[in-house]
């Protein structure tokens, strides 16, 4: 099957997914036991409040033309308004974005590093304590719920050794602004990123600083799955043929494992990245909160408290689809790099 | 002086249930220029035995006891980089299956150029290339395919390039294990046609191991017969084939089809190789012998020389 | 054959993995472990309120933020409770939800994946796009949305992580099926006569029961996780019940003065108990699928 025939099965199957996905939250938030507007209130509004805000937020129609209304709203981009105070939430979705972008980047980054450095060292000392104890954390690790991992970093890191910050993204004030091209700026919201393109080195500084412990909090939680995986992967191909008989042919140790071994554990890899990426985004609402950096993943828990429900299916729409996204993509990268499929 | 001498070789696997004894005090010498075939049943040992000299058997196993000498380099106990450096340099290694063998990823060629030049690094990528395209050639194989994948290739080729690879940079010695099990019965001929060829025009010295009596029969100066980790009988291919000693040479030899004789019952031996992890007392093929005796279930044979060939059995010391 | 004859065949194979722990090693003593640490938790927690010293919700019981001492050997929180008693009590919601949200997956994963895998055709392409669609989600957010309508309480909060978990059970059962229902001697039962449902709960069920019980094991990991997420997160329970999330979440903010005790307690228990299922479930699908044979 070539490449191009696949990408189109891929979106095929895709399109009935997201539907449904749009429709699962649809029900919940709008059917399940209790209207949200008045859910909203708790019940401390007067009928012509509640009227009049319903109507505001498109919640007096019948059910079927809300929904049309909904779909037809993403379409455009448009993922509702705030129940607090009406405004596009794709406003404050956008806006939050790049700060759980930034994070995510950085998490995945110490997670799938750290993942395979250990995994690789547990295959190469197979059976031994070294490996044994690899093991044993990559499962603890799991455990481990993140906030409390956040938590017991803030107060090592940030409040005894007040080696690093406590919260929050950034010193006040502070903003990196981006590249500059023709006299404007242009920023991508990743702090780290723009700090570079604007060459301000202590911005960087500062970005790399308050981006460390909750990059590391939920990377660590989120490596045992890659350390297994690389372990497995690569006491298998060790074992393999192909590989005994580069041994066989004199090929140094090193060309073995990275060139022979790992090659063939890189896939899986990648597939894994995919499906963590959920995961990920998980970890990130509660590695958020807890270190107070302004992502998506507070605002939600934001709009949690202010029982904001229409910003909160905006973000959970946009949470799903992202991950749809993200999935799609690893399935196609998947097949271009498989040679079984390429050749 | 011998080209490779190896001295009560012990090989053992370590695992959590039981230590299995693979390679069991097994002593053998070859002379330049000549050929070993090594057989017996599938699990005896003889893998295991050819992966020692090079010091690759897989883990659990382990290399316990014994001496491997190659042309005086200590094999069992010489570094890491040296034993790498013999690898591949001098001596080959033919591997069963030629489908796995070969990185499914790489070109013909990228095998070619990684092993030269890990050994020869002043060669540069053009001239390794161009050594491959001759062996390939040599080996009749169009040189032009040396830029192509293994899957490409069919099971006989495939098996073509691999003798290649080991041949490439002149080893003294070749070892080839089964060399041919996984090929056709056409192509399995042709295989030993070009090794027997090779061994001539190159001056090998060459262990063949199988299972497979009938290729050693044409091929090997000597033959060793391995059961069950230990040497049954070492001797000289027409002495062997025309007066087996040893009963498991005996019932070898009974077991292979003859078309010539009508009539005949296939013969096969009863019974099963025995657990290594909890080997019988005495002599290991009591169980399945049709002459043991006494001495046999207690007693374990040592290899003792008569007329010019080893044996291990009692029922010979006899005689 | 009788019904129960064929069930002890199944079985008997099933017990003697579990049984001879030498022969497991690793898994096995993660088995082990897992479930030593699990029952004495539950032990534990069944029996708070006769082993803990003080009542875990009665406020001023000692001085505010105490550290650890003889009398308060885990220190008090911010309203004077002992949290030596409400870690004792706290993990009570913990195995409420799991417990809930497992035996909730089991009933409607478990009949789903069974029946739409093992039909095949469209019950199964339309079975597997829902789960598809589902699973797409990332737990908590869908969890949370789930939660944020529901309300409060530990049935809800078990419904939440239980919807979000139902694709799991799925996917092992349909692929478990998938593979058993191609195997020869399914289809030499069916020659012999069988029909659907028997060849289905005889042959196919049993196969795909230890699978079953490696996510199940899983799932309660999850959940207990995932209950402590929602509960951080503001969709937890009223504030008068002792939880280890409770203390974890309220913990954040006496983060800056110092009082360590507040969330390292709770929060090493709810480690410890995923801990235990996690083992329980590790080590069981090694067992039952041994990954590297040596």
Redesign the interface.
């Known amino acids: 099957m070539s490449l191009r025939s696949y990408i189109i099965a891929r979106i095929l199957l895709t399109i009935p997914m997201i539907m449904l996905l749009l429709t699962f939250v649809f029900l919940i938030i709008r059917v399940l036991p209790g209207d949200p507007a008045s859910l909203h209130f708790e019940k401390n509004a007067s009928p012509a409040t509640l009227l009049a805000f319903k109507r505001e937020l498109g919640l007096d129609k019948p059910l079927l033309i809300q929904y049309f209304d909904y779909l037809a709203g993403l379409v455009r981009g448009d993922f509702g308004k705030s129940m607090q105070d009406f405004s596009p939430v794709s406003q404050q979705i956008f806006s939050a974005f790049p700060a759980t972008l930034e994070l995510a980047i950085a998490s995945t980054i110490i997670m799938v590093v750290l993942g395979i450095l250990l995994g690789a060292t547990a295959a190469r000392s197979y059976n031994t304590a070294e490996d044994h104890s690899i093991r044993i954390f990559g499962t603890v690790s799991y455990a481990i719920p993140v906030f409390f991992l956040g938590e017991v970093l803030i107060m090592i890191f940030g409040i005894y050794l007040r080696w690093l910050p406590a919260g929050g993204r950034m010193y006040p004030g502070i903003s990196p602004a981006g590249l500059l091209i023709g006299g404007q700026r242009y920023a991508t919201g990743l702090y780290v990123l723009d700090s570079l393109l604007e060459g301000d080195m202590y911005k960087l500084y500062l970005s790399i600083r308050y981006l460390i412990l909750p990059s590391l909090a939920l990377g660590l939680v989120l490596c045992g799955i890659f350390i297994r995986l690389t372990r497995s992967n690569m006491l298998e191909t060790l074992q393999l043929d192909f590989v005994t008989a580069a041994r066989a042919r004199g090929l140094k140790e090193r060309t073995v494992v990275y060139g022979y071994a790992l090659r063939n554990a890189f896939l899986p890899i990648l597939t894994m990245m995919g499906l963590q990426f959920a995961a990920l985004l998980a970890g990130a609402i509660l590695t958020e909160t807890t270190f107070s950096w302004p992502g998506l993943g507070r605002y939600l828990v934001d709009r949690i408290s202010f029982r904001d429900y229409t910003a909160i299916q905006g973000v959970v729409v946009f949470f799903g689809l992202l991950v749809t996204a993200v999935s799609f993509v690893v399935d196609i990268l998947y097949a271009y790099l498989d040679p079984r499929i390429r050749l | 002086m011998s080209l490779l001498d190896i001295q009560s070789l012990i090989v053992e696997y370590h695992?959590?249930?039981a230590n299995v004894r693979a390679v069991d005090r097994v002593s053998l010498s070859m002379e330049k220029g000549h050929t070993l075939g090594l057989v017996g049943e599938s699990g005896c040992g003889k893998s295991t035995f050819g992966?020692s000299t090079?010091r690759?058997v897989?883990?659990?196993g382990r290399i316990v006891g014994g001496h491997i000498t190659l042309d005086g380099t200590d094999i069992v106990n010489c570094s890491?980089e040296e034993i790498?450096?013999?690898?591949?340099?001098r001596i080959g290694?033919i591997?069963q299956?030629p489908m796995?063998?070969?990185?499914?990823?790489k070109r013909i060629g990228a095998?070619f150029v990684?092993?030269i030049r890990?050994?020869e690094p002043e060669v540069s990528e053009r001239d390794a290339l161009k050594r491959g395209r001759e062996v390939l050639e040599r080996l009749g194989i169009l040189p032009e395919r040396i830029d192509d994948?293994p899957?490409q290739f069919s099971g006989g080729m495939r098996q073509r390039v691999?003798i290649g690879?080991?041949l490439a940079l002149g080893p003294d010695l070749l070892i080839a294990d089964e060399p041919t099990t996984s090929l056709d019965v056409i192509v399995e001929a042709q295989i030993i046609e070009l090794l027997k060829e090779l061994k001539e025009s190159l001056k090998l010295t060459l262990i063949l191991i199988t299972h497979n009596i009938g290729i050693v029969a044409e091929t090997a100066d000597r033959v060793a017969v391995m059961y069950a980790g230990r040497l049954a009988e070492l001797g000289q291919t027409d002495d062997l084939f025309e007066k087996p000693m040893h009963p498991y040479t005996q019932a070898l030899l009974d077991s292979v089809p003859n078309i010539t004789k009508k009539g005949q019952v296939l013969s096969w031996i009863p019974g099963a190789p025995p657990d290594l992890a909890e080997p019988p007392p005495g002599c290991l093929y009591h169980p399945r012998c049709p002459h043991a005796f006494d001495r046999c279930k207690k007693e374990e044979p040592s290899l003792t020389k008569h007329n010019g060939t080893y044996v291990a059995c009692h029922l010979c010391d006899k005689r | 054959m009788s019904d129960d004859q064929t069930r002890g065949r199944m079985l008997v194979p099933l017990m003697q993995r579990i049984i001879s722990l030498e022969q497991s090693g690793l898994a096995g003593w993660a088995v082990l472990s897992g479930t030593a640490i699990v029952v004495v938790l539950a032990i534990m927690t069944i029996f708070s309120p006769l082993i803990s010293p003080h009542n875990p919700i009665a406020i001023n019981v000692g001085p505010i933020l105490s550290p650890p001492s003889y009398q308060f050997p885990l220190g008090t929180n911010h309203l004077g409770q002992d949290m030596l008693s409400r870690v004792i009590s706290g993990g009570a919601i913990m195995f409420q939800v799991s417990v809930i949200s497992v035996i909730v997956c089991l009933i409607i994963g478990v009949p789903i994946g069974l029946f739409a895998s093992f039909a095949g055709g469209y019950a199964d392409k339309l079975a597997s796009l829902v789960m598809d669609s589902i699973y797409a989600f990332p737990g908590l957010v869908l969890a949370i949305a789930i939660a944020a309508m529901l309300g409060p309480g530990v049935i809800n909060m078990a419904i939440s992580i239980a919807v979000v978990y139902v694709p799991s059970y799925f996917r092992i059962i349909r692929s478990q099926v998938l593979t058993i229902k191609e195997l020869p001697y399914v289809e030499a039962a069916r020659m012999m006569g069988a029909n659907g449902r028997t060849t289905l709960f005889r042959y196919v069920l049993p196969n795909v029961v230890p699978s079953i019980v490696a996510v199940a094991t899983i799932n309660f990991a999850d959940a207990i996780l995932t209950a402590a997420g929602l509960t951080f997160v503001g969709l937890g329970l009223p504030v008068s019940t002792p939880d280890w999330g409770w203390d974890l979440t309220y913990g954040r903010r006496l983060l800056t003065s110092g009082t360590w005790w507040v969330i390292a307690f709770p929060g090493l228990m709810v480690v410890l108990l995923a801990l235990g299922f996690t083992l329980i479930g590790e080590g069981l699908s090694e067992l039952y699928n041994p990954r590297l044979q040596r």
């Open positions: 695992t959590l249930k992966l090079l690759l897989p883990p659990p890491d790498r450096k013999i690898r591949g340099k290694y591997f299956d796995t063998s070969l990185n499914p990823v095998h990684e092993m890990t050994h994948f899957h691999m690879l080991a």
